[in-house]
């Protein structure tokens, strides 16, 4: 059974920094593209980040230059570094694949909330 655990959220003064990760389990994600979502409050859930198996990445223009995706095949994990963090970033963040034709089951997703 797959499964996708999100963490590392919380709240943060605007300018912050925090580094989410997501641990599978029941799939290897190595070779498997990964992406990063979110979704704020009465919004669609947005792609903000993605990275492949051979680790290029890809993010929305409204987090480029200020977040990274990151990957440790060893540890089954993907990662998002988010620095500079505004209002705007505060949503639920989730990982799945980038893709919606082979999308995971959906984790619970992590907090973040930037806010002074």
């Known amino acids: 059974q797959v499964q996708l655990v999100e963490s590392g959220g919380g709240l943060v003064q605007p300018g912050g920094s925090l580094r989410l990760s997501c641990a599978a389990s029941?799939?290897?994600?190595?070779?498997?593209?990964m992406g990063w979502y979110r979704q704020a409050p009465a919004k669609q859930r947005e792609l903000v980040a993605r990275?492949?198996?051979?680790?290029?990445?890809n993010y929305a223009d409204s987090v480029k230059g200020r977040f990274t995706i990151s990957r440790d095949n060893a540890k089954n994990t993907v990662y998002l570094q988010m620095n500079s963090l505004k209002a705007g970033d505060t949503a639920i963040y989730y990982c799945?694949?980038?893709?919606?034709?082979?999308?995971?089951?959906w984790g619970l997703g992590t907090q973040v909330t930037v806010s002074s």
């Open positions: 799945n694949t980038p893709f919606p034709t082979t999308l995971l089951p």
């Open positions: 990275i492949t198996g051979g680790r290029n990445t």
């Open positions: 029941g799939i290897i994600l190595a070779n498997v593209a």
